[in-house]
Structure formats: C-alpha cells, structure tokens
C-alpha cells in the first residue's frame, strides 16, 4: 500500500506562482510514474502532469511552459511548481501514484483557487 499526502495548495492572483507537494509513504518501492491531476467545478478530472521513477516528464498542453513536475526520490516527494496562474487552473489538485504492478494511489487532494 502507498499513502500519498498533498500539500500547498491556496488561493493566489492570477499571474502569481504556487508550489504543491505531494509526501509518499508506504511501499514506496513499488512506485513507479507519479502524477498530477486537477478537478476544476463542474468539469471531468483532468491530467495535468507526469514524472516517471528516472525523471522523465511529461505535461498536458493546457500547462505546458507554466507548470513544472519533480521528484525526490530521496525525500519520496513530488512536486508541482505552478507559474504564471491563470483563473482556469482553479481546481482540486491530486497527486497519483502508479505501480510497477499498475495499481493506482491517490491523494486526498488539495484545493487551488485562482482569482482573477
């Protein structure tokens, strides 16, 4: 089992920055991709970015060049470093876990609101 726990979310200007973490414990050998996801009101959840166990990323068009996905494999954190905030990114962010065996762990979420 992985436990994933999120953290940093608030309510910023558009155009500011925010940084959202995510702490994973558990069987922490067993992940392997992490993510990002987000639930913005009234919409379907939404993919927002990956970072794979080497570090490889990968990112939704909708953030691309604004959001930044990392991983400390160390520290067993990841994090999103969000720049350039627009309205449209208020949602409930979630941090997901995937493992070698394709189970999914997910986070509680965190709640970032964007006011314009």
């Known amino acids: 089992q992985v436990q994933l726990v999120e953290s940093g979310g608030g309510l910023v200007q558009a155009g500011g920055s925010l940084r959202l973490s995510c702490a994973a414990s558990?069987?922490?050998?067993?992940?392997?991709?992490m993510y990002w996801y987000r639930r913005a009101p009234g919409k379907q959840r939404e993919w927002v970015a990956a970072?794979?166990?080497?570090?490889?990323?990968s990112y939704s068009d909708s953030v691309k060049g604004r959001f930044t996905i990392s991983r400390d494999n160390a520290k067993d954190t990841m994090d999103l470093q969000m720049s350039s905030l627009k309205p449209e990114d208020t949602a409930v962010y979630y941090c997901?876990?995937?493992?070698?065996?394709?189970?999914?762990?997910w986070g509680q979420g965190t709640q970032v609101t964007v006011s314009s």
């Open positions: 997901a876990a995937q493992s070698w065996e394709q189970v999914d762990y």
């Open positions: 558990g069987n922490i050998l067993s992940i392997n991709g």
């Open positions: 970072i794979t166990s080497d570090g490889a990323t």
